[in-house]
């Protein structure tokens, strides 16, 4: 069983920055893919980057492309989200996810998520 707990959400202004972890305990922690995923209020969860278990092949939904960064540091079992030029429609809770998977429809949630962690860009 593994165990995610997501920080470093809060409030900033567009164009801002801000780093998200994810601090994973419990199970083969290393051994799994990790992604990101978002939900804003009223919307379905979606997909925002993701790192193979290996730590290369990067991911990324195409609206956050070129604007956040996935990397992972296996040593602290931590895996980090740098969110870059946020706008306002990057508001949103956002979860940390561990055995993400790739199918043809593309990347997919695995078993263990976090509590998630609060994002919100002023205008």
């Known amino acids: 069983q593994v165990q995610l707990k997501e920080s470093g959400g809060g409030l900033v202004q567009a164009g801002g920055s801000l780093r998200l972890s994810c601090a994973a305990s419990g199970g083969t922690r290393s051994s799994y893919n990790m992604g990101w995923f978002r939900q804003a209020a009223g919307k379905e969860r979606e997909f925002v980057a993701n790192?193979?278990?290996?730590?290369?092949?990067?991911y990324y939904a195409d609206s956050v492309k070129g604007r956040f960064t996935i990397s992972r540091d296996s040593a602290k079992n931590t895996v980090y989200l740098q969110m870059n030029s946020l706008k306002p429609e990057d508001t949103a809770v956002y979860y940390c996810?561990?055995?993400?998977?790739?199918?043809?429809?593309?990347?997919?949630?695995?078993?263990?998520w976090g509590q998630g962690t609060q994002v919100t860009v002023s205008s």
């Open positions: 790192v193979r278990r290996s730590g290369d092949g990067q």
């Open positions: 996810n561990a055995g993400t998977y790739y199918t043809s429809s593309g990347i997919q949630s695995g078993d263990y």
